[in-house]
Nanobody, 126 residues
Framework: QVQLVESGGGLVQAGGSLRLSCAASARSFSSYAMGWFRQAPGKEREFVATISWNGRSTYYADSVKGRFIIFRDNANAKNMVYLQMGSLKPEDTAVYYC?????????????????WGLGTQVTVSS
């Protein structure tokens, strides 16, 4: 069983930055690929970014490429994954979810993720 807890959301002006954090309680955190998804009001959940077990491979949605960075810290049992968001736009407003997939390579499809956090709200004002 893996528990994921997101933090770092909030209200930010367009053009600003935020860093989301996800703390994972997993005995073998490095066995999991990690991902970030988001869901805006009235819209379906969408993929944002994913990272492989060792952090060496990442993949981003076109809408955030060049603005967001996903990275993780597997060292010293920190079990953290982050989403550094920059040049934020109002359309980035959503609840952001952290997810874990028992996979060595990164995972894009949400159906392949095994565990989900409860989400953190990000609101970007214009």
């Amino acid at each position: 069983q893996v528990q994921l807890v997101e933090s770092g959301g909030g209200l930010v002006q367009a053009g600003g930055s935020l860093r989301l954090s996800c703390a994972a309680s997993a005995r073998s955190f490095s066995s999991y690929a990690m991902g970030w998804f988001r869901q805006a009001p009235g819209k379906e959940r969408e993929f944002v970014a994913t990272i492989s077990w060792n952090g060496r491979s990442t993949y981003y949605a076109d809408s955030v490429k060049g603005r967001f960075i996903i990275f993780r810290d597997n060292a010293n049992a920190k079990n953290m994954v982050y989403l550094q968001m920059g040049s934020l736009k109002p359309e980035d407003t959503a609840v952001y979810y952290c997810a874990a997939a028992l996979s060595m390579s990164y995972v894009i499809r949400d159906a392949e993720y095994d565990y989900w956090g409860l989400g953190t709200q990000v609101t970007v004002s214009s």
